[in-house]
């Protein structure tokens, strides 16, 4: 096989990390109205750590490949994509629709195969739903190896291996697999980079190609259905004490001791 | 839902536990949501340097020896006095403690300290009048103070002033959502009130670095430019009304909420600036700006301050109704601030000058088109090399970082500041022609054994206001005679302003004249004779 690598890296246009998000009226989900998006920083971690890979070894890779599935707005996020490295994209417009990860890894799986793509790097998961799943589903259904939780990648350029520093409870544990690979990313791996001027122009004449679901035969219908989205109940506000005595005393009266 | 990136983070930073560290950050998140308005000393959630983490481990010389100053005739504090502020004012309105006193006494860049023996903490405008009739009567002098982020050493005792701290009087007292007007105590953090009116849909109409730590009645005591004055006017156009006490404890009430209003003097104007030397500022009324619903940034690399301005004048043509912000920093300030942060700096050459653009509108789709079109224009022309723009609510603060932590970073070892209003052609040429001068007397340089580090420029260029900054080693009177009264009289021959935003405080009490012709300055100590006959306020400073 050859060990030029063709990296897909799907991204996902998701509520900013930095906003903090309200329930909707209709307690459906939250409210998406007038608040602002962005590329989920997992996604942007994965994408920087493909651009990475390159600038290690330009001969290393082939091409950069960005995917999103969501709405027409999703090409925004593709453009931000496209100006921080990737060289090509596809959109798989699938409306409003809220997609479960099972779909969206399938749906994956035929980008993989539309783009002969031998590396998969993705978030760990989306910070709107918080899943963790994907990546996993898309392992499965192409029956790659996969390391997840990356905190370190390293590509051996002569043998086509790949070894992973990944974040496990109480320390680290480092894995090593053949391509085709499936990495999921974890906030250690890297900072992403801004998008200069140069390459925002420069991205807008790069390709973005649309599909739909339909085009790529994967059915998207959900298999589970939201009840109804609460906020977290609200903590009620600390106390200074002013003393270890009205400490032991508050406790007591509290009935915690 | 959204905990989870917080959650990631912390996990990144603190533990590898994910269900241990999602309870720490759900905890923090639920304090900050229901913390109440008396409990905001502690400046949740801060992206500013804040009083409370700077280490007063250096301590400065004290005012009275290092500037030679004589103690007016002024009453010592007896056991009377206090006992009298006692029965006043609650427990906690009282502080002697020698430890306690220490932030009080010093400000902000550890330059002056005083020596005072007392802080009041009043919780009321009553206590107020109370507190200022009797130092009146006992001709004891006051301070009055904020959040004590002044750079004009205006918020500290010069010897043993009373501190009269508002911190206490922290209430927002009223909000309209229809008018935007807000009314509130002069002890609010400017923080907090922005988040306050940001719930609402609104901001305040005023922005600056020390915003986690400033009073809303200290920006209006400073008349504080800030950020976006090029966008929200200044405080002489958005505050509408306000309370003051009078040195003989007589209350001003003019906390109008109209924005018409031509019945006689408009005597609030008077308080907006005065530094405490007036009146101490206890309540506020102001008029607010709705929130922008899209806002973005640009950080932009260029070659000369010529590109600068010309950036400018397009910026203004160009993106007009929603430039926010127009900041330039030169390669120094940019140097300072990547020697002491971690941050990944935006751009990778590095370059004589650089300038974030802010842009605030309320459609997102409208304002990217414009900011796009707008940049690739300069890019063509040439008239800037290098560029990034914000691509998530994170890369815009920490854009925002690399202009607002100039001020903390400078300051590490101590700072010379000067704030000086210029024509703008000849802004950086006053920070060329001071390094200069420091390098002719040997003083700056790269390693130890010079005083000063380097000449260092910044600020809101869109206001022709400049920051010129000698950050230092150690302070060293050789600098500061080289630089004072230099730069006063360099600025005072472009017809410019030795104080644009700062105020004069003790640091510039001596050279008002360079601004000033003679005949103003007697209006003005007029004005002080007939409000403060006692000159109890505020004394060795302003005029
Ligand atoms: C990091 C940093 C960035 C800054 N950026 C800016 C900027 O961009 N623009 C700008 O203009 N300034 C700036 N400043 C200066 C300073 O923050 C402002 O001048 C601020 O408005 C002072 O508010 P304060 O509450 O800290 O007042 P203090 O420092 O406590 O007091 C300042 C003066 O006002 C008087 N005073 C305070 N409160 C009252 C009151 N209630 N009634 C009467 N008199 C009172 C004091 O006696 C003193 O003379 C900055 C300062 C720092 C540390």
Known sequence: ?257 | MRTSLGRAISRARISSRVSASRLSINASRAVLASQPFTEIGNNAGSRTPAISYRAYSKQAKLTKDTYHTERGDYGQLTSEDIAYFKSILPENGVVQDKTDLEIYNQDWMRKYRGSSELVLKPKTTEQVSQILKYCNEKKLAVVPQGGNTGLVGGSVPVFDEVVISLANMNQIQSFDPVTGILVADAGVILENADNFLREQGFIFPLDLGAKGSCHIGGNVATNAGGLRLLRYGSLHGSVLGLQAVLADGTIYNGLSKLRKDNTGYDLKQLFIGSEGTLGIITAVSILCAPKPLAVNAAFLGLDSFEQVQKTFGRAKGELSEILSAFECMDANSQNIVAKYTDLARPLEGSHPFYVLIETSGSNKDHDDAKLEKFLEGLLEDEVIADGVVAQDETQLKNLWQWRELIPEKLGHGGVYKYDVSIPLADMFKLVDDVQARLEEAGVVGDSEEFPAIASVGYGHIGDGNLHLNVPLRRYDEKVEKLLEPFVYEWVSKVNGSISAEHGLGFAKKNYIQYSKDAGSIELIRDLKKLYDPKAILNPYKYV
């Open chain 1, 1 to 257: 096989m050859s060990s030029k690598l063709r990296i897909l890296v799907p991204v996902k246009r998701v509520i900013d990390s930095a906003i903090r998000p309200r329930v909707n009226k209709a307690q459906t989900g939250v409210e998406t109205q007038g608040v602002k998006f962005s590329i989920n920083p997992f996604c942007d971690i994965a994408l920087e750590e493909a651009i990475r890979i390159r600038e290690g070894s330009k001969s290393l890779v082939e091409k950069i490949h960005a995917v999103s599935a969501g709405s027409i707005k999703s090409q925004e996020t593709l453009r931000t994509a496209l100006a921080k490295g990737a060289d090509e994209s596809t959109l798989i417009d699938v409306g409003d629709k809220d997609l479960e990860p099972l779909s969206v890894a399938k749906l994956l799986a035929k980008v993989v195969e539309a783009q002969d793509s031998n590396l998969v790097i993705l978030g760990k998961q989306a910070i709107d739903n918080d899943s963790n799943q994907t990546g996993q589903l898309l392992a499965g259904l192409l029956n790659w190896p996969q390391a997840t939780n990356a905190s370190k990648v390293e590509v051996e350029e002569s043998s086509g291996s790949v070894t992973v520093t990944r974040e496990v409870d109480g320390g680290s544990e480092t894995v090593k697999a053949k391509l085709p690979l499936v990495i999921t990313t974890d906030l250690r791996l890297n900072e992403p980079r801004y998008a200069s001027l140069p390459n925002i122009m420069k991205a807008k004449k790069k390709p973005l190609k649309v599909v739909k679901p339909d085009d790529l035969g994967v059915d998207v219908s959900s298999r589970l259905e939201i009840l109804k989205v609460t906020e977290p109940p609200v903590r009620q506000a600390g106390i200074i004490v002013g003393s270890t005595d009205e400490l032991i005393e508050r406790l007591k009266s509290a009935g915690a001791v």
